[in-house]
């Protein structure tokens, strides 16, 4: 009698334990999305919104992402990955390049004349990480990899017509590798996070900065700048990689069907989709500049010559850097430019 009351005891608290759990899978969740730049930008008004948007929808309401642009969480770009990690925001948008040498692996993309579009380079980024996921990003749950369009130099002062004209020039760059790219071209780099480099230009604390388009416009680097240089090649001088980035144990502790939300939101397509934006943004911040009167430089044809070969050796020290922390770099090289080679593809 004892034992079949306590049975019944005990089915009755795994029955009640049951409709508990599944009460709470239905509950809403809110999740906050962290990130550096302007409401006015790419990233905030046609990335990131509407990506929240579509995970609510996807959701039937039951998953809501709440943004905040411009560190309004409080910290300071370079430490968003960390702030994924610990838990201090839900998700974050951020550069891995902000904490210089800490995720080697996915610098490849980085390497001067290997980026192409950033349609093309997002979704070939992607699939690199997904081939080498047990070696970057490890701590937390990567919801997206992408890149910006290659980018433009924009001056303040004397124009860059040729690679003599970079020499002593001081320039803003947004990761080590892009450091080390400037340095063999001539220039001085200053590594910074770009929502400093308005005033880092209108001080004179740096001579020019590289970014893309888009973010000039969006900093409104173009009211700023007087010239801007374009390096055109089929391969870009220089692209960043940019991560989205979700605490692990949030991810986890959410409902199955909430995590597959998530999953089906981003990556590859979502890879695809930024890359595009990217491209598409190019223009409107090449009209921006011309309205204000500014000059557009274009090097091209064999003079684009000097500035590879300038370049080549930041590609040579990076092989040699991930083949002595046990990689194999002219592989992962390889299949980088393999795969930007494949989503190129018409």
């Given at each position: ?130 081939a080498h ?201 390889d299949q ?7 989503y190129s593809?018409?």
């Open positions: 009698m004892v034992r079949r009351l306590c049975r019944r005891v005990a089915c009755a608290t795994l029955l009640g334990l049951a409709v508990a759990g599944s009460a709470q899978a239905d509950e809403p969740v809110s999740l906050t999305l962290h990130h550096f730049l302007p409401t006015t930008s790419i990233t905030h008004a046609d990335f990131l919104v509407p990506w929240a948007e579509r995970v609510a929808a996807a959701s039937d309401g039951r998953l809501t992402v709440e943004i905040f642009p411009a560190m309004q969480l409080g910290g300071s770009p370079p430490g968003l990955y960390d702030q994924a990690r610990e838990g201090v925001a839900d998700i974050v948008w951020t550069l891995p390049g902000y904490t210089p040498g800490r995720f080697p692996v996915i610098e490849v993309f980085e390497l001067p004349f290997v980026a192409g579009t950033a349609a093309a380079t997002s979704q070939a980024a992607q699939a690199y990480y997904e996921a047990d070696k970057v990003f490890t701590e937390v749950q990567v919801l997206l990899v992408h890149v910006h369009a290659p980018g433009t130099f924009h001056i303040r002062g004397r124009a860059v017509e040729s690679l003599a004209d970079l020499a002593g020039l001081t320039v803003r760059a947004p990761s080590r590798i892009t450091n080390q790219t400037l340095a063999a071209l001539g220039a001085e780099p200053v590594g910074m996070p770009v929502p400093e480099v308005p005033q880092a230009l209108s001080r004179g604390v740096i001579d020019a900065a590289l970014l893309p388009w888009e973010v000039a416009r969006a900093l409104r680097v173009h009211e700023l700048a007087d010239t801007h240089t374009e390096v055109m090649d089929s391969r870009g001088l220089y692209t960043a990689v940019f991560l989205l980035a979700m605490n692990r144990d949030r991810f986890d502790g959410l409902p199955a069907d909430l995590q597959a939300v998530l999953r089906d939101e981003s990556g590859p397509s979502l890879a695809a989709t930024a890359g595009q934006l990217w491209d598409e943004a190019e223009e409107p911040g090449r009209d921006a500049a011309r309205e204000a009167g500014n000059t557009i430089v274009r090097v091209e044809g064999d003079a684009v010559g000097d500035w590879r070969a300038a370049a080549e050796v930041v590609i040579v020290d990076w092989i040699t850097e991930m083949s002595a922390a046990g990689h194999d770099g002219v592989d992962l090289l980088a430019r393999r795969l930007i080679e494949t593809a018409p």
